[in-house]
């Protein structure tokens, strides 16, 4: 026989040797049981011991699994729990890299901006409003880059300082807003007659301004007729019309071939030149006039030159659209220096 089962029958054995021993019962009593009997009262008994045994040990498995299963429940909510933080802490990161690289975007794009309006408002106060060239302001910064660059083998940067002819009677006769539509007008035609590499600025009320980058003597010249042609035009009203004309005065950068000085001073002395044959030209209207200069000689300087320039014999050329006033130059300046000797003498 199995131990097993050997031992699940050692009770019934104990039981069987006990129940003899027992003593009868009094006279009264019920009759005695059998040994059969109680052999099968064991039996039962045993039966429910090993019945309440075994639910005893499936509730210990119960038990086991349900703590078992309560364990992986735990550890399946610590990683679950783990995992989320690690989600929490990666999407806290990339939030932080969002938000740093929309600060910077941010940051950029005002640069951007800055940069932009300060652009727009360097502009704006570097163009005239009325007629939308650049204002002197301007010029003077352009002029100094201009002069400070070489010039090429016989040629020269030139001036030229441009006037609208009888502008005040326009604006007395047609009023301000007719003058202001004489300006737009003329700039524009300007505009349009002068070259992309070209200055072309007002210079201030109804004087306009043109520099142009290497020019020799000849081309000066025909740019001037050029500008003097284009800028013409018939100013119409609802009740009139009126031919609008310029004069102009020119004059190289420097004046003098081998001239010398800081930018702003050879632009200068220029343009002081240019506004001199500006002055000749208003005499007659309609005109351009111009001066040009070659070496300048050790004893002269270039303050003389420019307080007398057509008596500079030699020295400085007048150029012009007006044939007598080429020929008649220098009779004009002897004629003023005998006036002033005279003036002297008196």
Known sequence: MPAPAALRLAPLLILALLLPAVPAAAPDARPAQTTAEQLSQCLSLHNRLHQQAQALTALQARSRIDATRHALETLQQAREIERLQAEKRQLAYLAAIAMLTLLLALVSGAGLWLRKRHLELRVLSEVDALTGLKNRHAANRMLDALASQPTQADARHVVFLIDVDHFKQINDGYGHAA??????AMAARLKSACRPTDLVARWGGEEFLVACPNLTREQAEQVAARLRRAMAYTFETA???R???VSLGLAPIPLH???SGSPSRRWDYAL???DRALYAAKRHRDAWVGYWSADLPDEATA???LEQPDAATGLVSVLSSVPRLVKSAPEMARARSLRA???QAG
């Not at 003058?179 to 737009?184: A, E, N």
Request: glycine share 8%; proline share 0%; hydrophobic share 45%.
């Open 179 to 184: 003058g202001d539509q004489v300006l737009s």
């Open 239 to 241: 009740h009139s019309k």
């Open 243 to 245: 031919m609008v004309t």
């Open 257 to 259: 071939a081998n001239g």
């Open 272 to 274: 002081r030149m240019a």
């Open 303 to 305: 303050e003389a030159v």
């Open 341 to 343: 000797l005279r003036a």
